[in-house]
């Protein structure tokens, strides 16, 4: 079910919509200015987006919505809220905003289905076990200006991307993480679906090979027909050679999806069939 909260609403107060088990959707108003801790906890929201007139959020909104899918933050947000994301399994995009400097505890707890997603460079801190239990996660990129990383911040299979004496060969060495040094790595491939999959970011070294990715490759109505370097030209020119094209500068690779072409006919029952259509 879905609920469109009224325009004059200013605050969502504590738990006002927690365990509603069949909430899927909810439009918030535009001139809310306050979503209170554990609004939505415990329920089957798929996706929420706040609104930019949003000033304050309590602490774990949306603690264990198991099948919430994306996030949408405000992106005035200077510092995320603790337990934001926590325990929500089915998480795959989420986009910090560009003007945080604090990414606080417990942010995506076990978010394991996060595989990919940019910490700003206006990022100064990130809080203890802000994103461990993200299994999913290969890679991340840490930025020179973070100082400061608390324990437990990511699962130690993530690999930390960084810069030799920063706080993020720190945490590596620290908490048993591999490190890889950004200055050998040098250029970023990243992966424009056009549906609600996400995939990793990945991390090349000059005149290296990307990787295919493995993904579903499922669109309905539409057939996946490779990776481009336009979303608008995708021809020979555009495509892109997962077996000889080098990575040379940091890239973004588009999904080409052809639409399917269905035969349609008609059984006039026992008269006249005139034409079949294709469509």
Not at 27 to 32: D, E, F
Not at 164 to 171: E, L, M
Not at 219 to 238: N, P
């Amino acid at each position: 079910s879905s609920v469109v909260l009224a325009d004059e609403l200013k605050t969502i107060g504590k738990h006002m919509f927690r365990s509603c088990y069949s909430l899927e959707y909810v439009t918030l108003p535009t001139q809310l200015s306050a979503i209170e801790e554990y609004a939505f906890s415990g329920s089957k929201l798929k996706k929420l987006v706040i609104p930019q007139s949003v000033t304050e959020i309590g602490n774990y909104v949306l603690y264990n919505c198991i099948v919430l899918e994306e996030v949408e933050l405000n992106a005035n947000m200077t510092s995320t809220p603790m337990g934001l994301c926590y325990g929500c399994t089915k998480l795959t995009s989420l986009t910090i905003p560009e003007k945080t400097t604090q990414i606080s505890g417990n942010f995506a707890y076990n978010c394991s289905s996060l595989c990919e997603f940019e910490i700003p460079e206006s990022v100064k801190s990130i809080g203890s076990f802000a994103f461990t239990g993200c299994t999913s996660l290969a890679q991340i990129y840490i930025p020179k200006g973070v100082t400061g990383i608390r324990n437990g911040a990511f699962e130690i299979t993530t690999d930390i991307i960084g810069f030799v004496g920063s706080a993020a060969q720190t945490y590596a060495n620290n908490y048993g993480n591999n490190f890889i040094d950004f200055t050998t790595v040098g250029h970023k491939v990243q992966f424009v679906t056009g549906t609600e999959d996400s995939i990793a970011i990945q991390y090349k070294k000059d005149k290296d090979l990307a990787e295919e990715p493995i993904w579903s490759k499922e669109k309905v109505g539409y057939t996946f027909g490779g990776w481009y370097t336009s979303a608008q030209i995708q021809d020979e020119t555009t495509k892109w050679d997962f077996e000889q094209d080098v990575v040379t500068e940091d890239i973004t690779l588009y999904a080409k999806w052809i639409a399917n072409e269905y035969m349609v006919t008609f059984d006039a029952a026992g008269g006249e069939v005139r034409t079949a259509r294709l469509l």
